[in-house]
């Protein structure tokens, strides 16, 4: 039985995996080898980030178990691994305190009006430049899975009222004023000051966010992304901001990565940009890997595994999402 990692881990995860799952050998393709020896993994663990040949996997009828290290599934829920009787998970919650930190970078960035102020900086101009307030703004949260409650949790003492859409729309946390259905999107844009996007990327959410979806926003509201950038239509999203009806924009993640030179979102005021940080964090690996130990123990064990995925939802619901 073999276990193939694909993650950046480093010797000593490497022997707590193995230490886990003592029965299994434990091999660290990296993306160098993962195309190669994904074929030969009973459990893969993991974010293959170059091109894999599903096929030949499917083919070798193998695998048995997909423990990813991120939060989104598109780099592996393909057609043939959803329609298989492949065990899919996720990493959903496991960033998110760094994925809330980095919505609430954005957003204060964007109501302080940072981004003008570092333009004056780098002119070395001490001057005041009219800013917002985020107190008293209603959020609007899409998609309320690991991420979206965090986030939630963190936005809430800020003094605001807080709205959400999810698949799963029952037992809202405390900090949630109201939670809606996930086709309620267009309900709550109509209402919200800033909309906050933490939703996976699917087949169903794919370009959501189109010129119509930005027209149901309030004209003046703030946008913020820290879900897929392929959730948006990114040209829809600059002809917004062109037009004025959003006052500003906040993106960690963009249609296509890296964000082209010639991308029309550099270079403005109303707009900050990070390159897909969110869930970066100085703990990562060690914290991916306590909870890939604790499902492998759950494996063996034939107990249920953490953030089992509906495959054909792309997530898992929340009473099995991993708090850490």
């Not at 960033?95 to 964007?110: G, I, N, R, Y």
């Amino acid at each position: 039985m073999r276990i193939v990692l694909c993650y950046p881990v480093e010797p000593h995860h490497i022997a707590q995996i193995q230490a886990a799952a003592p029965d299994f050998e434990v091999v660290d393709a990296g993306q160098e080898r993962i195309d190669e020896l994904l074929p030969t993994a009973d459990i893969f663990i993991g974010h293959a980030k170059v091109p894999v040949d599903w096929d030949r996997v499917l083919k070798a009828n193998r695998l048995r178990w997909i423990q990813s290290s991120a939060a989104g599934l598109d780099h592996c829920l393909v057609p043939g691994v959803i329609d298989s009787d492949i065990v899919v998970s996720s990493a959903s919650g496991l960033f998110a305190p760094q994925v809330a930190e980095q919505t609430m970078t954005l957003l204060l960035d964007l109501i302080r009006s940072q981004g003008r102020f570092n333009r004056a900086n780098s002119r070395h101009e001490f001057i005041r430049l009219p800013t917002d307030d985020l107190r008293q703004k209603k959020v609007g949260i899409v998609g309320l899975g690991g991420n979206g409650r965090r986030i939630a949790k963190v936005l809430k003492p800020f003094d605001v009222s807080i709205v959400a859409t999810d698949y799963f729309s029952f037992d809202p946390p405390p900090e949630v004023d109201r939670l809606l259905p996930a086709d309620a999107v267009d309900e709550m844009l109509a209402e919200v000051d800033i909309a906050i996007l933490a939703l996976p990327l699917n087949a169903q959410t794919r370009g959501m966010f189109d010129a119509d979806r930005f027209a149901k926003m309030r004209p003046g509201s703030y946008f913020i992304n820290v879900a897929r950038g392929q959730v948006v239509v990114e040209s829809a999203l600059v002809d917004a901001l062109d037009s004025g009806h959003l006052r500003g924009a906040g993106v960690d993640v963009t249609e296509v990565e890296p964000l082209p030179d010639k991308s029309p979102l550099w270079d403005r005021e109303n707009v900050i940009i990070t390159p897909h940080v969110g869930a970066q964090s100085r703990w990562r690996v060690d914290d991916t890997t306590v909870m890939v130990c604790e499902n492998l123990r759950r494996f063996q064990a034939g107990e249920s595994i953490y953030n089992t995925v509906d495959k054909q939802l792309g997530f898992p619901s929340p009473e099995v999402v991993w708090h850490g």
